[in-house]
Nanobody, 124 residues
């Protein structure tokens, strides 16, 4: 089992920035891809970004490309999501996810473990 705990959410103004962190614990040695997803009220959970173990494969949703940056520090078992130029439509609960398989992208079903989420609210 892998436990994931997100932090760093909060309230930001449009155009502002937030940095989310996700710390993994437990059997972390098998985690390959780490991803961020988000879910706004009344909407389905959507893919935000993903990164593989080495950081050589990174993918973003078109809606956040150029504004968000995903990174990871394997020594700290932590993945980050730097969010810049925030927009009100970025308001959602942000979830961290871990995939044990060799490849994972935007399908939530590809991820084996999930955090509880952290709320991000962007005011206009």
């Amino acid at each position: 089992q892998v436990q994931l705990v997100e932090s760093g959410g909060g309230l930001a103004q449009a155009g502002g920035s937030l940095r989310l962190s996700c710390v993994a614990s437990g059997r972390t040695s098998g985690t390959n891809f780490m991803g961020w997803f988000r879910q706004a009220p009344g909407k389905e959970r959507e893919f935000v970004a993903t990164i593989n173990w080495s950081g050589s494969i990174i993918n973003y949703a078109d809606s956040v490309k150029g504004r968000f940056t995903i990174s990871r520090d394997n020594a700290k078992n932590t993945v980050y999501l730097q969010m810049n130029s925030l927009k009100p439509e970025d308001t959602a609960i942000y979830y961290c996810a871990a995939a044990m398989r060799a490849w994972a992208y935007s399908d939530p079903g590809q991820y084996d473990f999930w955090g509880q989420g952290t709320q991000v609210t962007v005011s206009s």
